[in-house]
């Protein structure tokens, strides 16, 4: 597992998930073709409106290739919560700003 921040460091996405939502990221976004979304607040939110506060990559324990990627975000508007990504398969959903700003 890789991570932006040093200091947090997960085993598993279901810890990480659990980690970042007492930290008050509580929002579920979704990836849509250039913005986040989120159906609770009622969230869109454009590559320029939030930042990516830290990530967590976990491999599969069966196959590498299995890699989901845990995006903790918050916005400039206070909002905060988590993108969870299956690593490569947001590429078709996803504009090129957007997947430069997912790089990681």
């Known amino acids: 597992m890789k ?25 579920d976004f ?3 073709k250039d913005q986040l979304t989120s159906a609770e607040k009622k969230v869109n939110l454009k590559t320029e409106h939030f930042h990516i506060d830290e ?24 909002h905060k919560g988590i993108l969870m990504a299956a690593f490569g398969t947001y ?3 996803a504009s090129a700003e957007m997947l430069e700003k997912l790089k990681v």
Do not use: C, W
């Open 55 to 78: 990530f967590h990559r976990f491999e599969g324990n069966s196959n590498p290739a299995d890699m989901d990627i845990v995006y903790a975000i918050s916005s400039k508007e206070g």
């Open 91 to 93: 590429a078709d959903a």
């Open 30 to 32: 979704n990836l849509e």
């Open 3 to 27: 991570s932006h921040k040093k200091e947090y460091q997960y085993d598993t996405v279901t810890e990480a998930i659990a980690a970042l939502r007492n930290r008050g990221y509580t929002l």
